[in-house]
Protein backbone atom coordinates (compact mmCIF):
# COMPACT_ATOMS: atom_id res chain seq x y z
CA UNK A 1 0.00 0.00 0.00
CA UNK A 2 0.74 3.73 0.17
CA UNK A 3 0.60 7.08 2.07
CA UNK A 4 -1.69 9.57 0.24
CA UNK A 5 0.56 11.88 -1.57
CA UNK A 6 3.76 9.52 -0.08
CA UNK A 7 5.37 6.60 -0.60
CA UNK A 8 4.85 2.76 -0.83
CA UNK A 9 4.98 1.09 2.43
CA UNK A 10 5.41 -2.46 3.50
CA UNK A 11 3.82 -3.61 7.08
CA UNK A 12 6.26 -5.86 8.72
CA UNK A 13 5.04 -6.22 12.08
CA UNK A 14 2.78 -4.87 14.80
CA UNK A 15 2.31 -4.37 18.26
CA UNK A 16 -0.61 -5.14 20.30
CA UNK A 17 -1.91 -4.19 23.78
CA UNK A 18 -3.51 -6.66 26.85
CA UNK A 19 -6.68 -6.15 24.64
CA UNK A 20 -5.48 -7.58 21.85
CA UNK A 21 -5.66 -3.59 19.76
CA UNK A 22 -2.81 -2.66 17.59
CA UNK A 23 -1.01 0.20 19.39
CA UNK A 24 1.89 0.70 16.94
CA UNK A 25 2.68 -0.96 13.65
CA UNK A 26 6.39 -1.15 12.13
CA UNK A 27 6.62 -0.12 8.58
CA UNK A 28 9.34 -0.11 6.06
CA UNK A 29 9.18 2.53 3.07
CA UNK A 30 10.49 2.33 -0.30
CA UNK A 31 12.21 6.30 -1.02
CA UNK A 32 12.13 5.77 -4.75
CA UNK A 33 8.21 6.28 -4.33
CA UNK A 34 7.66 9.62 -3.15
CA UNK A 35 4.15 10.86 -4.84
CA UNK A 36 3.08 6.85 -5.21
CA UNK A 37 4.96 6.11 -8.50
CA UNK A 38 7.38 3.43 -8.63
CA UNK A 39 9.97 3.47 -11.09
CA UNK A 40 10.03 -0.48 -11.67
CA UNK A 41 6.46 -0.43 -12.35
CA UNK A 42 5.05 -2.41 -9.37
CA UNK A 43 1.26 -1.18 -8.33
CA UNK A 44 -0.30 -0.57 -4.49
CA UNK A 45 -3.35 -2.17 -3.79
CA UNK A 46 -4.90 0.22 -1.58
CA UNK A 47 -3.61 3.72 -0.23
CA UNK A 48 -4.18 5.17 2.95
CA UNK A 49 -5.79 8.77 3.88
CA UNK A 50 -4.90 9.65 7.21
CA UNK A 51 -5.25 12.66 9.68
CA UNK A 52 -2.93 13.23 12.23
CA UNK A 53 -4.46 12.53 15.71
CA UNK A 54 -2.23 14.81 17.77
CA UNK A 55 -3.19 17.71 15.42
CA UNK A 56 -6.41 16.99 14.16
CA UNK A 57 -10.12 18.17 15.07
CA UNK A 58 -13.24 16.53 16.35
CA UNK A 59 -16.08 16.94 14.09
CA UNK A 60 -19.71 15.42 12.88
CA UNK A 61 -19.94 14.27 8.98
CA UNK A 62 -23.61 13.95 8.17
CA UNK A 63 -24.43 11.15 5.78
CA UNK A 64 -27.44 10.75 3.71
CA UNK A 65 -28.47 8.82 1.21
CA UNK A 66 -31.62 8.13 -0.50
CA UNK A 67 -34.85 8.88 1.58
CA UNK A 68 -36.70 6.07 -0.44
CA UNK A 69 -35.89 2.17 -0.95
CA UNK A 70 -37.51 2.12 -4.30
CA UNK A 71 -36.90 4.80 -7.02
CA UNK A 72 -41.48 5.13 -6.83
CA UNK A 73 -42.39 5.60 -3.38
CA UNK A 74 -45.74 5.19 -4.02
CA UNK A 75 -44.90 1.41 -5.25
CA UNK A 76 -46.63 -0.08 -2.12
CA UNK A 77 -48.58 -3.29 -1.36
CA UNK A 78 -52.37 -3.06 -0.23
CA UNK A 79 -53.06 -1.39 2.69
CA UNK A 80 -49.57 0.90 2.96
CA UNK A 81 -49.10 4.21 1.93
CA UNK A 82 -45.55 5.80 1.09
CA UNK A 83 -43.88 5.73 4.43
CA UNK A 84 -43.56 1.58 3.96
CA UNK A 85 -40.79 2.47 1.03
CA UNK A 86 -38.99 5.36 3.84
CA UNK A 87 -35.10 4.16 4.25
CA UNK A 88 -34.46 3.58 7.58
CA UNK A 89 -30.85 3.89 7.00
CA UNK A 90 -30.78 7.35 4.54
CA UNK A 91 -28.86 9.45 7.51
CA UNK A 92 -25.58 8.37 9.17
CA UNK A 93 -23.88 10.41 11.63
CA UNK A 94 -20.13 9.72 12.41
CA UNK A 95 -18.13 11.44 14.55
CA UNK A 96 -14.27 11.52 14.01
CA UNK A 97 -10.78 13.49 13.51
CA UNK A 98 -10.88 15.96 10.45
CA UNK A 99 -8.40 18.31 9.11
CA UNK A 100 -7.35 21.09 11.36
CA UNK A 101 -7.96 23.78 8.37
CA UNK A 102 -11.68 23.06 8.75
CA UNK A 103 -11.88 23.93 12.51
CA UNK A 104 -13.32 27.44 11.40
CA UNK A 105 -15.30 26.23 8.30
CA UNK A 106 -18.06 28.68 7.48
CA UNK A 107 -21.64 27.72 7.39
CA UNK A 108 -22.80 27.17 4.13
CA UNK A 109 -19.25 26.81 2.91
CA UNK A 110 -18.62 23.83 0.29
CA UNK A 111 -16.17 21.27 0.25
CA UNK A 112 -15.09 17.97 -1.44
CA UNK A 113 -13.63 15.51 0.99
CA UNK A 114 -11.42 13.50 -1.05
CA UNK A 115 -13.19 9.99 -2.74
CA UNK A 116 -16.12 10.40 -0.83
CA UNK A 117 -18.20 13.28 -1.69
CA UNK A 118 -19.42 16.85 -1.61
CA UNK A 119 -20.10 18.80 1.52
CA UNK A 120 -21.78 21.39 2.74
CA UNK A 121 -20.84 22.76 6.21
CA UNK A 122 -23.68 22.91 8.45
CA UNK A 123 -25.57 25.56 10.63
CA UNK A 124 -24.78 23.73 13.70
CA UNK A 125 -21.00 23.96 13.50
CA UNK A 126 -19.78 25.60 16.45
CA UNK A 127 -16.00 26.99 16.86
CA UNK A 128 -13.91 24.51 16.89
CA UNK A 129 -16.40 21.63 16.16
CA UNK A 130 -17.52 21.60 12.26
CA UNK A 131 -20.48 19.82 11.19
CA UNK A 132 -20.94 19.00 7.65
CA UNK A 133 -23.13 17.55 5.53
CA UNK A 134 -23.15 15.42 2.28
CA UNK A 135 -24.96 16.93 -0.69
CA UNK A 136 -23.32 14.39 -3.59
CA UNK A 137 -21.86 11.20 -3.11
CA UNK A 138 -19.14 10.08 -5.14
CA UNK A 139 -21.05 6.31 -5.82
CA UNK A 140 -24.04 5.65 -7.42
CA UNK A 141 -26.90 4.53 -4.45
CA UNK A 142 -29.76 3.48 -6.86
CA UNK A 143 -27.21 1.23 -9.11
CA UNK A 144 -26.46 -0.65 -5.84
CA UNK A 145 -30.17 -0.89 -4.72
CA UNK A 146 -30.55 -2.26 -7.81
CA UNK A 147 -28.31 -4.87 -7.88
CA UNK A 148 -29.60 -5.80 -4.48
CA UNK A 149 -32.70 -6.05 -5.68
CA UNK A 150 -31.64 -8.51 -8.65
CA UNK A 151 -29.51 -10.97 -6.43
Known amino acids: MRLRYGYFITCTGVVKNELGEVVEVHCTYDPETRGGNAPDGRKVKSTIHWVSAAHAIDGDVRL ?4 F ?65 RTVGLRDAWAKIEKRGKA
Open 64 to 67: YDNL
Open 69 to 133: TKENPNDVGEGQDFTANLNPNSLEEVTGKLEPSLANAAAGGLYQFERLGYFCVDKDSAPGRPVFN
